[in-house]
């Protein structure tokens, strides 16, 4: 088994970050992404919300894998999030549900208000700080990396993973930043937002028929950046999270 562990500071509020994380897909940095649905969402006596989404992902082998090793080159991922806006923070777990001889990254994500900090404000023309302190959150990721398969290449199987994910937790990162970005904008623009998202789906300029698969193993894939291809029905997953059902 292999572990990973790391944390990072964003300076927007936990409230903003927390709505760039669950609309991550599509972007640019995750191309793996074939499909994300929501597959039950619901709301506890506590007031937290409870979401489980099905995420289709797509890889390659490295070359010295086995011919043979997986059947195909895709994994579902299953992710269960919660959200509690009275603790303000976001708990998302993610798992590989196929594949898991060879390997199993189990994922868990931590989205935490952190309130250090101040904020500059512009007074007549002049930046001055303020006593007030500023939100921010802190990301904390953390990993572990199994494999079953034995035949004495378990150890280069994990290392392999844990390699892999490593590589692409700053894409990831990456991904929800340009999120951040759009919202940022949308505040002083409200339609630039969903125009993005619009392009994005009338294009198919991400995970097309004609796109490359990503070169991470599939087994690992649903723990890593994701990318994603748009969607064709209305039923999907950006409807189900803008309130279009």
């Given at each position: 088994m292999k572990f990973f562990s790391q944390s990072f500071l964003y300076d927007d509020p936990w409230s903003i970050v927390s709505l760039a994380f669950f609309l991550r897909y599509p972007n640019p940095y995750a191309a793996h992404v074939i499909s994300c649905d929501v597959i039950d969402r619901h709301q506890t006596e506590s007031g937290s919300l409870l979401t489980t989404r099905l995420i289709l992902k797509r890889g390659a082998l490295p070359r010295w894998a086995p011919q043979g090793i997986i059947s195909r080159a895709e994994s579902w991922v299953i992710e269960e999030s919660e959200v509690d806006p009275f603790g303000k923070f976001?708990?998302?777990?993610?798992?590989?549900?196929?594949?898991?001889?060879?390997?199993?990254v189990e994922e868990t994500q931590l989205f935490e208000q952190n309130g250090d900090g101040y904020v500059s404000l512009i007074?007549?023309?002049?930046?001055?700080?303020?006593?007030?302190?500023?939100s921010r959150?802190?990301?904390?990721?953390?990993?572990?990396?199994?494999?079953?398969?034995?035949?004495?290449?378990?150890?280069?199987?994990?290392?392999?993973?844990l390699a892999r994910f490593k590589a692409h937790v700053q894409r990831s990162r990456q991904g929800v930043?340009?999120?951040?970005?759009l919202i940022r904008q949308a505040r002083l623009q409200p339609?630039?937002?969903?125009?993005?998202?619009?392009?994005?789906?009338?294009?198919?300029?991400?995970?097309?028929?004609?796109?490359?698969?990503?070169?991470?193993s599939p087994d690992n894939a649903g723990h890593t950046p994701e990318e994603y291809?748009?969607?064709t029905t209305e039923n999907t997953w950006?409807?189900?999270?803008?309130?279009?059902?």
């Open positions: 976001v708990r998302c777990r993610t798992k590989n549900l196929d594949h898991v001889k060879v390997m199993q007074l007549h023309r002049r930046v001055a700080l303020t006593a007030v302190p500023s959150t802190v990301q904390t990721t953390e990993a572990y990396i199994t494999s079953k398969f034995g035949w004495g290449m378990t150890k280069r199987i994990e290392s392999h993973g930043s340009l999120i951040l970005d339609m630039a937002l969903g125009s993005y998202i619009t392009h994005l789906h009338s294009e198919r300029s991400f995970a097309s028929s004609d796109t490359p698969a990503s070169s991470h291809s748009s969607p950006l409807g189900k999270i803008w309130g279009s059902r």
